[in-house]
């Protein structure tokens, strides 16, 4: 077959052939760039979150014991020998990912004294440390580093940072002397002489080597009264390898810092699994101390779950793409059947069409898969193995339209226009089996369930499934009102409402239809979800602070409640007291029930009714805990269903006990909640009491958090005003001078919110709910397209027929709106349901919770998405009317009635 002719059917047929030439290159665009794009937004994602937390939380912390050195080697070369060997020993993709590691010997804080401590009455504890190159990360501000080369009798030379140095009144050259002290007995012994050699001044001090514990450059202060100050020093290696070999107790410390840019997004389970392997295989001498994988695995929980609905998204779009195709390929062979018949007339094999058009084919699809495959390449990101996905579509869309061809009758052309009322028997046993298959599908994906992260066949092909048994669904139902509107209109006068109906009824729009289902669908299911997270991200936020704000501490004095009453913008304050891990009691004397743990929470049921009104937030307090008040009798409690289970099981339903701060309160099971505010949305094991209806003790119990309700709250105004109030229960304490109390948090609703939609996985999120909206209108406004030129023709000759007797151009426009209408509505409306219900369905296996801190993800319906689909059928109609009205210029409506024309 000759080249050249192929060459020139395809110029002849240009309009066609490019419309496929697009369609191909789309979708080897999308399976080529689209997994790049995620990547990129993942990587971004995960070092966004990495960076959010502090460096050292990256740290793999290798360490001994405090004891005596047991090797005959030298203690700094053991602590090398076993650096190299820790590192050798860490699974792949661990060892990969780090990039940067340290070691440290130290002995334990011993007391200091000399005349410079004396003078400002301090009690000092300082270790001793050798850090290899830390001359290298320093910068010697006096004095001289102590000196490697070990003499006798010399005393021991110590650098210290010159802020530390500063805070203890030391400078180069101050003369101290180290040994044990029993503080009960005053006494001080095994004194050995020690000076401060030098004062340095970090270069950077991000530097990852001053993040030791206890740290070079910072100064423990004391826990409580008569407690010392702890600091570190730097000494020699030399000095303290002979220390060690007299017996003195060191410990070893080996660090090994995860990089954020060497972490893959892509092979986040696998690293986890690393950290696992590590913490199992641990050396039995050392403790293996990680935060890692803490924020590890709350982004893989997110990515895997954006994988999952992107897979959902990405099987809609494709779908609906495959269906453009055979919609193309479609009208591309019906405006040539005349051609591939005469071909046959002429003697022409049953496969010489089939030939012509494989060859025009391969001429143009190759090409503009090609070109979209190496456009993808250009996205951001790293790519993911896609060219056999890219080589599969090629073939399938090259073969697609020599198989349309073999699909053509060798007759003429018969009427389209034509519905059979009843099906054939081949015809309801397809529908029939695709409803059984879809339906089964639904119910496989809902009882198996599926593991995120990955694609999941059956999770692919469930929403495809649906979409086409509803569209089937709707061909069935599609014709029968419209012969009934047809009917009444046949008694009215005009004859535009009856031709367009009657038209609309005979519409043969079984493919086109399909495939803006699949669409709109898609687009719709994006929506839905997207509007569901947003919802479940507000519950979210009132689950973790059912208040404008929340202040959270140790305790709290009893007129902390007032002082922030009285700060500008605040309109009501309550008081919540917050303990884990209490043990229920079968009695008043604390005999265990032997149920287990749990958390309590006391409330004060009215305020917190108050402040959550006050606040604007829909927190239903139950009336137990707001109409409670002080009485004989058990407390009515609020427990978890696991607890009222337990309580049962048990026979202490009506009489059980539970310790809070110390004193010990009766309840009863008055109700039982699944969540509750301020509580974890994963915690099962609670036992909610009225703060209000609590008998009087010898002691009140002091709040730990405090709930506010305002305008314009100034987060460093409640900051400073909770503290106040932690140091004053401090002070008015029977016993006063404990440790040094915490700093409260404050934590606003609107803040909460807001981190709840940035960071981690929520840009590939939004990625993946804004393409595929966007991606499914304009998809599925193509697909309307399709239809309406599938009928193009015949449309051309009734119009110029009924032209010819007399219609005018406004009935035709009237005619034209009728026709189309139901077939839009119809197309759009079915596939904005189906993209509602999808959700119901797919919903519970997504694992969108990660992006909610926990609480499900409920499908939300808002009024907005009812208005943006009536907008969408809008648009769509006046998108059809447009191209209908473009292809009759076109095609010039006289030029329609020609002898033997296909209609």
Do not use: H
């Amino acid at each position: 077959m000759s080249v050249g002719a192929a060459v020139r059917r395809v110029r002849a047929y240009g309009g066609q052939f490019l419309l496929l030439a697009v369609l191909t290159l789309v979708v080897t665009l999308l399976i080529s760039g689209v997994p790049r794009l995620v990547n990129r937004l993942a990587e971004q994602g995960l070092r966004a979150q990495l960076n959010s937390e502090p460096a050292e939380r990256r740290d793999l912390s290798y360490s001994t014991t405090m004891e005596p050195a047991t090797s005959e080697r030298t203690a700094m070369g053991k602590a090398v020998e076993r650096f190299d060997a820790l590192a050798a020993d860490m699974p792949p993709q661990v060892r990969s990912a780090v990039t940067e590691q340290w070691y440290t010997v130290e002995t334990a804080g011993t007391r200091v004294v000399g005349p410079d401590l004396a003078a400002r009455k301090l009690l000092v504890d300082l270790g001793l440390r050798a850090v290899p190159d830390i001359q290298r990360a320093s910068t010697l501000v006096e004095g001289a580093w102590p000196s490697e080369t070990y003499v006798p009798d010399r005393p021991i030379e110590v650098a210290l940072d010159v802020d530390v140095a500063g805070k203890l009144n030391l400078r180069a050259g101050s003369q101290l002397r180290i040994g044990r002290a029993d503080d009960e007995k005053g006494t001080f012994f095994d004194a050995a002489p020690l000076v401060v050699s030098g004062l340095f001044r970090p270069v950077d001090r991000a530097n990852g080597i001053w993040d030791g514990l206890p740290q070079l450059l910072q100064i423990i202060e004391p826990v409580g009264d008569g407690q010392p100050f702890v600091a570190v020093g730097v000494v020699a290696q030399s000095f303290l390898n002979k220390r060690a070999a007299e017996g003195w107790p060191v410990q070893t410390n080996w660090r090994y810092r995860l990089g954020v840019d060497r972490i893959d997004a892509r092979t986040l389970d696998q690293l986890i699994d690393g950290l696992q392997v590590m913490q199992r295989n641990r050396p039995p001498d050392l403790t293996l101390t990680q935060g890692a994988d803490v924020p590890l695995r709350a982004f893989a929980a997110q990515i895997n779950a954006v994988r999952t609905l992107l897979a959902v998204i990405a099987a809609g779009v494709l779908a609906t793409l495959a269906g453009l195709v055979v919609l193309a390929v479609g009208l591309a062979t019906r405006r040539r059947r005349s051609e591939f018949v005469l071909l046959r007339a002429r003697g022409g094999g049953a496969t010489a069409g089939a030939r012509r058009s494989l060859a025009e084919a391969v001429l143009v699809v190759p090409v503009a898969a090609v070109l979209g495959w190496w456009l993808g390449t250009l996205f951001p990101g790293a790519p993911d193995p896609t060219t056999p996905y890219v080589i599969a579509v090629t073939v399938l869309v090259t073969l697609a339209l020599p198989l349309a061809t073999l699909a053509v009758p060798a007759g003429g052309a018969a009427r389209r226009d034509l519905i059979r009322v009843r099906p054939s028997a081949r015809r309801l046993t397809v529908e029939v089996s695709l409803l059984l298959l879809a339906g089964l599908a639904a119910v496989l994906l809902r009882r198996r369930g599926l593991t995120l992260g990955e694609v999941d066949p059956l999770l692919v092909s469930v929403p495809v499934l649906l979409a086409i048994a509803a569209a089937v669904l709707v061909l069935r139902a599609y014709p029968w009102p419209l012969l009934l509107v047809s009917r009444l209109a046949a008694r009215t006068r005009g004859s535009v409402a009856f031709l367009g109906t009657a038209r609309a009824s005979r519409a043969a729009v079984a493919a086109p239809l399909v495939v803006v289902v699949l669409a709109i669908g898609t687009a719709a299911f994006c929506a839905v979800v997207a509007a569901g997270v947003d919802a479940s991200r507000e519950r979210a936020a009132v689950q973790i602070v059912p208040a404008d704000a929340v202040i959270r501490g140790e305790r709290f004095a009893p007129d902390t409640i007032d002082e922030l009453g009285r700060l500008p913008g605040v309109r009501a304050v309550t008081r919540v007291l917050f303990e884990d891990d209490e043990r229920l009691a079968a009695d008043e004397l604390g005999t265990d029930a032997a149920i287990g743990q749990t958390d309590v929470l006391l409330v004060d049921g009215s305020g917190l009714d108050t402040v959550a009104r006050d606040s604007q937030v829909d927190v239903s307090v139950p009336a137990a805990l707001l109409t409670a008040r002080p009485g004989p009798g058990p407390l009515p409690a609020i427990v978890s269903p696991a607890i009222a289970a337990d309580l049962a099981k048990v026979g202490l339903k009506d009489s059980a006990f539970i310790s809070v701060q110390g004193q010990r309160y009766e309840f009863r099971v008055a109700g039982t909640e699944d969540a509750f505010p301020l509580l974890a949305a994963n915690n099962d094991r609670f036992v909610i009491l009225p703060w209000q209806a609590l008998p009087p003790r010898n002691t009140t119990p002091a709040p730990t958090s405090l709930l506010l309700a305002g305008d314009a709250l100034d987060p460093e105004a409640l900051r400073v005003a909770g503290d106040q109030g932690q140091e004053r229960y401090q002070r008015g304490g029977a016993v006063t001078g404990r440790e040094r109390l915490i700093g409260v948090t404050v934590d606003t609703r609107a803040d909460v919110r807001r981190e709840l939609g940035n960071g981690g996985a929520n840009g590939v999120l939004a990625f993946g709910f804004v393409a595929g909206a966007v991606g499914g209108t304009v998809l599925g406004l193509l697909a309307i397209a399709f239809t309406v030129l599938a009928g193009a023709r015949a449309r051309g000759q009734v119009l110029s027929r009924l032209r010819t007797l007399g219609l005018s151009r406004r009935q035709w426009r009237g005619l034209l709106l009728v026709e189309l209408t139901p077939l839009v509505a119809v197309s759009v409306l079915t596939g904005a349901l189906v993209g509602a219900v999808l959700p119901l369905l797919l919903n519970p296996v997504l694992g969108l919770s990660a992006f909610t801190s926990g609480v499900p993800v409920q499908v939300a319906f808002e009024p907005s998405l009812v208005a943006a689909v009536l907008a969408l059928g809008a648009v769509a109609l006046g998108f059809a009317v447009a191209v209908e009205a473009l292809n009759n210029r076109r095609l010039r409506l006289g030029e329609v009635l020609r002898l033997g024309e296909e209609s």
